[in-house]
Each structure stands twice: as C-alpha cells, then as structure tokens.
Nanobody, 124 residues
Framework: VQLQASGGGLVQAGDSLRLSCKAFGRTSRTYNIGWFRQAPGKERDFVAGITWSSGRTYYADSLKGRLAISRDNAENTVALQMYSLKPEDTAVYFC??????????????????WGQGTLVTVSS
C-alpha cells in the first residue's frame, strides 16, 4: 500500500483547510486510515481516523469539533477537513494505513504504511 498526502499550505488563524490522502495498491481497501501530526520537536500524535468498511470515525479528544474525516471509496481517498485553525495546529500531517483487524489505533507503531507528510502552517 502506498499513501500520498496532499493539501497542506500556509493559512491564517481561523481558516479552514482540507487534506487528502490517496491510497494505492491492490489491498488498500482492507486498511483503515489514520491521520497524525508532528510539530517541530514534538512526538507524532493521532489526529483522526476512519475505517474503510463502515466509515466509522475517530478523533483526538482535543480536536473534536474542528475536524471532519471522510472517505471516498471509489477514489481510494480519505479527506481530513480542518476548521478554525490555530497557530498550534502547525505541523507536518501524515496519513497512515493500518490493517482493518487492528481497528484505528492512536499509536504510530500499529500502522504499517505511511505517506510522506504534508506541511500545514497556521499564522496568527
């Protein structure tokens, strides 16, 4: 499975931004997708996730209400819509794939495949 993340950029505080993660590979639909972010000097943290089969969604508690994750099965794409962005949301955002039987874990070590990351910078 290969993942390609896109959609990052420079935005102002309060803006919205939509990230996209496209999955390639014959078995990509058997994997769930998680989004993580990593700010400079910090660990990579779970942001949101979604299952391919049922579309069940999961969000980091601290970010609930400002995110919406969705999937397009026909396009093998998972989108992460972010609202009311804050400077502290500045980070590199990664999408990752985990086998469906593992659910949507919040720990990075459970994921088998990672995209290259896309940088989101929020100015104040």
């Amino acid at each position: 499975v290969q993942l390609q993340a896109s959609g990052g950029g420079l935005v102002q505080a309060g803006d919205s931004l939509r990230l996209s993660c496209k999955a390639f590979g014959r078995t990509s639909r058997t994997y769930n997708i998680g989004w993580f972010r990593q700010a400079p000097g910090k660990e990579r943290d779970f942001v949101a996730g979604i299952t391919w089969s049922s579309g069940r969604t999961y969000y980091a508690d601290s970010l609930k209400g400002r995110l919406a994750i969705s999937r397009d099965n026909a396009e093998n794409t998972v989108a992460l819509q972010m609202y009311s962005l804050k400077p502290e949301d500045t980070a590199v955002y990664f999408c990752a794939a985990v086998p469906g039987f593992r659910g949507v874990p919040i720990t990075t070590t459970m994921y088998d495949y990672w995209g290259q990351g896309t940088l989101v910078t929020v100015s104040s």
